[in-house]
């Protein structure tokens, strides 16, 4: 049976590929002997919940992610980061394994911490800062790697909060990217696999930081700029890997390769608390306490960034405490601003609130909030359809036209068992992002130049599937894992959100003749504990 590989290109944009293909020989080659087309992403179309969502087939109702974090309550108003534990639904390689399957995972986002796993797992975006120690399973695999590539890194300590650091972040994501490559090609020949998974994530935050010098329609874009092929250079770095593990492959592999959603130019934030406010929604405090602690401790961090080198920075953050690890990093930062933004509202007096970094809008409901306001039912669906609409005529600050969000109430995305944990209302990130932060004013310009669009990218190629280089439609982020199980000749769950890809099937091979099978979720349990027991007699 063949082997997959999924390579996994963060942020990753068919868009640009297709521009400049002539100098991306490696996609160049798979676009036009294999199939390719646009992945649609999740709402919102964010690292997480999207990889969760495309390695368990199911929207966020069915897994209960819809952001890196999520509301926590008890006596005051909160949330908490997601981890791997959070997985409210069996991932790709569970499923795999239980059916005697070997899966490698390198740099895959939230699977941290990790698990045992029938070969080998390497964690991604999502693991603290202090993980060294525990990224891996197995756990000793982590001083192997440091080994293999000179001190293995998941995200290099860098800020891309701050500006001018164009050469620091390039080159830091440039050190990374050449490690990742390493440790790949370390993995695949010394683990046993049946699918292995690779991601790319230097892609997100390169285009990020660097998306206005490439674009000549952005505000901030200097045309004199030094830096406007920087994406383009990381393309070709991506570009120039695949083509290098490629080559290692064994060459009846099949390769199929992903994006979690897409990029475009973003010129500045929409603050949805500030516009909750000015609209009546939500009111904060005349006086906040900020916590004298985490300010402080926000400074040190930015000292530490911005004057030590990489390399002192990763040898402070195995010395410090862990602790004080997760509050010098910027995943941790954002947990803490909306802290302080939580405890700056006056809720008896607020029917609505913003929460996250793409800001979803939630309604101070009563029975749910701690000191919920809005009566279940009738209020609560006029105050929707009331911030709906007043959203729909936010104007564009430097043309005055409407913005264009997409705003959805939760019900017209979400299904599932968990979609009582979704956000009210969602808006949908459109050149304005929405952010949920405190601030002075309704716009806001971050460093940040480049945002998420929802629009990925989806390739495939190999010995089963069509060489015939047609660029595909209606594939979504959903319809990945069900596709990976029929190409390993495995059930469906028949609660899964995707479909399988037939279309990608060369039509004489023998995943074109296969039936998609479907398996009876409710006997999914009997399934596993009578697959246990064959492996145990050694039948399996």
Same mark, same amino acid.
């Given at each position: ?13 068919? @868009? ?6 002539? @100098? ?12 390719? *087309? ?16 495309? /390695? ?8 209960? %992610? ?6 926590? /309550? ?10 791997? !534990? ?52 197995? #756990? ?32 830091? $994501? ?7 490559? &390493?440790?790949?090609?370390?993995? %695949? +020949? ?5 699918? /292995?998974?690779?991601? /790319? ?18 505000? +901030? ?37 992903? !994006?979690?959603?897409? $990029?475009?130019? %973003? ?6 608390? &500030? ?5 009546? $929604? ?23 960034? =911005? ?19 997760? +509050? ?38 009563? *029975? ?9 039912? @009738? ?10 609409? *007043? ?13 264009? $969000? ?22 949908? #990130? ?13 716009? =806001? ?13 989806? %390739?495939?190629? *190999? ?27 495995? #059930? ?14 060369? &039509? ?10 479907? =398996? ?21």
């Amino acid at each position: 049976m063949s082997k997959v590989v999924i390579f996994g290109i963060d942020g990753g944009s068919l @868009e640009l590929i297709e521009q400049w293909k002539d @100098e991306l020989p490696s996609f160049q080659q798979i676009m036009e002997n294999g199939v390719y *087309g646009e992945l649609e992403s999740t709402i919102p179309p964010l690292t997480c919940p999207a990889w969760p969502c495309m /390695f368990t087939g199911k929207n966020p109702g069915e897994i209960g %992610m819809y952001g890196f974090s999520g509301l926590q /309550f008890g006596d005051r108003y909160g949330s908490r980061m997601y981890s791997s !534990s959070d997985y409210h639904s069996s991932s790709l390689w569970k499923s795999l394994n239980d059916y005697g399957k070997d899966v490698a995972l390198l740099n895959v986002a939230m699977t941290f911490p990790p698990h045992k796993i029938n070969s080998c797992m390497v964690c991604g975006v999502g693991s603290p800062p202090a993980s060294e120690a525990g990224y891996t399973y197995p #756990p000793e695999l982590s001083q192997t790697l440091d080994k293999v590539v000179g001190g293995y890194e998941i995200i290099p300590p860098v800020l891309l909060t701050i500006r001018g650091k164009e050469e620091e972040i390039a080159q830091a $994501f440039d050190r990374v990217l050449t490690k990742r490559v &390493k440790a790949a090609s370390y993995l %695949m +020949r010394n683990f046993s696999w049946d699918l /292995f998974v690779c991601i /790319f994530f230097a892609s997100d935050s390169i285009q990020h930081y660097f998306w206005h010098h490439m674009d000549a329609s952005h505000p +901030r874009h200097d045309s004199n700029n030094k830096y406007k092929n920087v994406i383009k250079a990381f393309y070709k770095k991506i570009d120039n890997a695949i083509g290098t593990l490629v080559a290692e492959l064994p060459q009846d592999t099949n390769l199929v390769i992903v !994006s979690d959603h897409g $990029f475009g130019p %973003m010129p500045g934030y929409f603050i949805v608390n &500030k516009w909750l406010e000015n609209n009546g $929604f939500l009111k904060f405090k005349d006086r906040v306490h900020q916590g004298r602690t985490n300010s402080v401790l926000r400074k040190v961090r930015d000292f530490l960034m =911005s004057h030590l080198n990489p390399k002192s920075v990763r040898l402070i953050s195995r010395l410090i405490p862990e602790w004080l690890a997760m +509050r010098l990093s910027v995943r941790q930062e954002q947990k803490e601003k909306m802290t302080q933004t939580y405890e700056s509202v006056d809720w008896p007096q607020s029917k609505a609130y913003a929460m996250g970094v793409v800001s979803s809008i939630f309604i101070n409901l009563k *029975g749910r909030e701690p000191n919920g306001i809005v009566e279940p039912g @009738e209020e609560y669906e006029r105050i929707r359809d009331d911030i709906i609409a *007043g959203l729909k005529k936010v104007t564009d600050p430097q043309t005055g036209a409407p913005v264009g $969000f997409q705003i959805f109430k939760r019900e017209e995305v979400y299904h599932g068992r968990y979609v009582d944990l979704a956000p009210d209302i969602l808006i949908v #990130p459109h050149k304005y992002h929405p952010s949920s932060f405190k601030a002075d004013s309704e716009w =806001s310009i971050p460093a940040l130049s480049g945002g998420h669009a929802r629009q990925g990218l989806f %390739m495939a190629y *190999g010995p089963d599937i069509k060489n015939t280089g047609d660029k595909l439609a209606n594939l979504k982020i959903y319809d990945i894992t069900p596709t990976i199980l029929h190409m390993f000749g495995l #059930p469906i769950p028949d609660d899964i959100d995707g479909r399988v890809l037939t279309e990608i099937f060369d &039509k004489d091979s023998q995943l074109a003749r296969r039936q998609v099978v479907f =398996s009876r979720v409710a006997e999914k349990h009997l399934i596993n504990k009578k697959i246990a027991a064959l492996k145990k007699i050694g039948r399996i």
